[in-house]
Nanobody, 123 residues
Framework: QVQLVQSGGGLVQAGGSLRLSCAAS????????MAWFRQAPGKEREFVAV????????TYADSVKGRFTISRDNAKNTVYLQMNSLKPEDTAVYYC????????????????WGQGTQVTVSS
């Protein structure tokens, strides 16, 4: 069993930066790939970024590539999302997720989710 607790987020002006954190409980954190998704009002949850269990591999959605960076610290059981050059269209509730198999792009493949954190970018 893995519990994910998110922190960070908030309100920022366009062009600003925010850092999200997702702390996991349980000794099996390092066996999971970790990802961030986001969900805007009236829209489906969409993939943002994923990092492999050993941090050797990362993948980003085209919409955030070059602006967001996903990282993890297995010693601290924590995954991060550094968000730079934020745009109003980045406004959404952000969720971290853990999965062990299947496509990272599909939210249905995830075993555990964080509680979500609001990110609002003003123009």
């Amino acid at each position: 069993q893995v519990q994910l607790v998110q922190s960070g987020g908030g309100l920022v002006q366009a062009g600003g930066s925010l850092r999200l954190s997702c702390a996991a409980s349980g000794r099996t954190f390092s066996s999971y790939s970790m990802a961030w998704f986001r969900q805007a009002p009236g829209k489906e949850r969409e993939f943002v970024a994923v990092i492999s269990w050993n941090a050797y591999s990362t993948t980003y959605a085209d919409s955030v590539k070059g602006r967001f960076t996903i990282s993890r610290d297995n010693a601290k059981n924590t995954v991060y999302l550094q968000m730079n050059s934020l745009k109003p269209e980045d406004t959404a509730v952000y969720y971290c997720g853990a999965f062990s198999r299947g496509s990272a792009w599909s939210a249905g493949n995830y075993d555990y989710w964080g509680q979500g954190t609001q990110v609002t970018v003003s123009s």
